[in-house]
């Protein structure tokens, strides 16, 4: 009996030191799980963030397709807008012709005023006043007039106003007299027809200006769109406080007037 209880009191000492030691063990290892998990934890949310915040492959596909079909109708949209501005200018280019024309006309018909204001200054031969010699002036006026208004030279308003003695019209003047009556006012008309010109020009101008713009505009849009800005991992991360977007600035610098003025598409 003496032998057992000896035995016994000899392995207790043992077996406090085994379990000092397991439950040493079991403490550090249940601080580092303490320590270790918030850091996992933590990861383990970014992670699940991330996953949640990026799309995935159907919703990436379906991004794709949508892309592309933007792309093909903004590109269409471009060329018609392109065609528009070629249209623009060949129709600006006509315009010009017509006004360097009109303007070509207005300057012979007051070289002709010239050439009869100082005719008319000059003592005009006398005629005989007779019936017969209004008539033969009336004649000459309504003669004068419709060939004039057949040149395009004179307004069916002018022409009116000839055939009625109306606004200056007489058909009791000397013919040098009606002539550069005539004159004067195929000058005045020739005149007000340059100025419609030039604001045709002008006009036309201003469409194809526009039309080159929004061909340009239409052409960078088509060109963007074939090259989508790439998502940054760093704005899903938690603690980003802002995320960053692709800015596309466009300038557009107006033309210079001219022949050129206008570019070609």
Known sequence: MQTVRSAVLIDVPQAAVIWLVLLAVVGVTVAALVVV???????????RIREAAMPGRLEEAE???????YAQEVAVAAERAGTTAQRRRTEWLAAQEAVEAAWQAYQEAEEDVRRLTAAAAMPLPRTARTPAEYADRE???????MEAYRRQELSVEQLGDAFAYR?????????????????????DNL?????????QEQAAWRAAELAVAAAGSLRAEAFAATEPAPA???SLLPGSD???F???VRESTPPARGAAAVPVY
């Open 37 to 47: 998990r918030p850091g996992r934890r933590r990861l383990d949310v970014a992670s």
């Open 63 to 69: 991004e794709e397709r949508e892309r592309r079909r």
């Open 139 to 145: 004649r000459f006026l309504h003669r004068t007039a």
């Open 167 to 187: 606004n200056g019209w007489d058909p009791r003047r000397h013919p040098v007299e009606q002539e550069l009556f005539l004159r004067r006012a195929v000058r």
């Open 191 to 199: 005149l007000a027809r340059h100025e419609a010109a030039r604001e």
């Open 232 to 234: 940054t991992e760093s």
């Open 242 to 244: 802002t995320a960053e």
């Open 246 to 248: 692709p800015v596309t």
